[in-house]
């Protein structure tokens, strides 16, 4: 089993529409927990972080669930360039290390 | 500010031969990471180093990869010989010291390689 799952896609959905990713982890004990974004042929960037109570970033809503051991992110009112991949990041080592494990990520595609 | 920066950014080399992949992290971070991605495989962690000092090294595929860091504004990943497995996207992140931000990493631009 892989330590981050993430559905593939793509999302196609139009402008405007709101649309929800979904992501798994399998060590219980992981402390850290973000998305980060990969546009086409360009290296990944930090979206947000994700915090146990949720966050909301602008259209962006990440939210946690320790028990069911997975991670989600909301996208509102879909903007053009919204469109990219969405990997979702664990620290699966808790405080202390820093070492990451990506997602294969989510591939979202917004059309006009 | 320079983001981390990664040279060359494109490579194309013929089976066997070696490689040398080049990093330069953000100033004053102490965490340095080397990735790969393959379409296949994803985002895979080879190896990263805390002030200049390999911590984990376990995602090296096998002998022929080496990774070093002399100081904190330099690294260097080898793939010695190469071979056509080894084609993909090799990225370089750095981070600031435990307890002054969250585990944000920075990432280059990436080497793309191709071994024909």
């Known amino acids: 089993r892989k330590e981050v799952e993430q559905d593939p896609g793509p999302f196609n959905v139009p402008e405007g529409a709101t649309v929800a990713f979904n992501c798994t982890y399998s060590n219980s004990a992981s402390q850290s927990f973000f998305w980060y974004r990969q546009d086409c042929r360009k290296e990944p960037k930090l979206l947000m972080s994700?915090?146990?109570s949720g966050n909301e970033d602008g259209r962006f809503t990440a939210q946690l669930n320790r028990a069911s051991q997975y991670i989600s992110l909301l996208i509102r009112d879909s903007k053009l360039s919204d469109s990219a991949t969405y990997l979702c990041v664990v620290n699966p080592r808790g405080t202390g290390r820093r070492a990451l494990t990506f997602g294969s990520g989510t591939r979202l595609q917004v059309q006009p | 500010d320079a983001g981390v920066i990664q040279s060359p950014r494109h490579e194309v080399t013929e089976m066997g031969q070696e490689v040398t992949l080049r990093c330069k992290p953000i100033s004053g971070h102490d965490y340095l990471f080397w990735y790969r991605q393959t379409m296949m495989r994803g985002l895979e962690l080879l190896i990263y180093?805390?002030?200049?000092?390999?911590?984990?090294d376990s995602g090296m595929p096998e002998d022929r990869f080496s990774a070093k860091m002399p100081n904190a504004s330099f690294s260097t990943l080898k793939i010695q010989p190469s071979e056509p497995r080894d084609s993909a996207v090799y990225f370089c992140?750095?981070?600031?010291?435990?307890?002054?931000?969250?585990?944000?990493?920075?990432f280059g631009p990436g080497t793309r390689l191709t071994v024909l």
């Open positions: 180093f805390n002030n200049n000092v390999p911590i984990d």
């Open positions: 994700v915090y146990s």
């Open positions: 992140a750095s981070s600031l010291p435990l307890g002054t931000s969250p585990d944000t990493q920075y």
